[in-house]
């Protein structure tokens, strides 16, 4: 948390208003944190760990982001609308989470605006990663997208399994075996 700490440029009075709201849980690798349709009324800051956000379409595993130390996790679809997720949140090694829930941070927020500073540089790095995946989606051709990853998110070939990669990139598991052949 030091790290988000000093991002945030938190005042040692909001730090400290923050961890009484903040619950440390260790998720096992392989497990579930969110399921698709499940309400969701938490977000969780990754402290340790690899996790992937993916939904199930007519059996077809679709990849959404994968997300790191540091990195905001959540379905905000069902967070804002108060409605059951469209996705799965997948930990894919094991973790430590930081859960928040987001109604109480929300109102906290309101009463000290470092949190909201906090809260706004977390969510601007979450949306900022989707964006780019779906204009990448849109506009590049798929070595294009394999490119980019290599060069923007190196940590993911690490990290994730090709499938959960080829799927990110929109692309088949034979696609990416071509692409990774080309570079």
């Known amino acids: 948390m030091d790290h988000i700490i ?4 938190l005042s040692a009075e909001a730090v400290e ?9 260790n998720a096992a690798k392989g497990s579930l944190l969110i399921k698709q349709g499940q309400r969701v009324e938490h977000f969780y800051i990754i402290e340790k760990g690899f996790i992937r956000i993916f939904s199930l379409i007519d059996d077809k595993d679709i990849t959404t982001l994968f997300a790191r ?26 973790a430590v989470l930081l859960k928040i829930n987001y109604v109480t941070f ?14 706004r540089l977390l969510m601007e ?18 070595l294009e997208r394999y490119r980019k990853l290599i060069s923007r998110h190196p940590f993911i070939l690490q990290r994730a399994s090709l499938s959960s990669i080829a799927s990110f990139l929109g692309m088949s598991p034979v696609t990416l075996s071509r692409m990774r052949a080309q570079i």
């Open 125 to 142: 790095k979450y949306y900022l990663a989707l964006e780019e995946r779906a204009l990448s989606l849109q506009f590049d051709n798929a």
């Open 6 to 9: 000093k991002m945030a440029g």
């Open 106 to 119: 929300v109102q906290r927020c309101q009463e000290h605006p470092d949190l909201f500073n906090l809260y």
């Open 69 to 94: 130390e540091n990195d905001i996790i959540t379905s905000t679809y069902s967070l804002f609308t108060k409605t059951g997720s469209n996705e799965n949140v997948e930990i894919l090694e094991d």
């Open 17 to 25: 208003l923050l961890n009484r709201h903040v619950v440390y849980m």
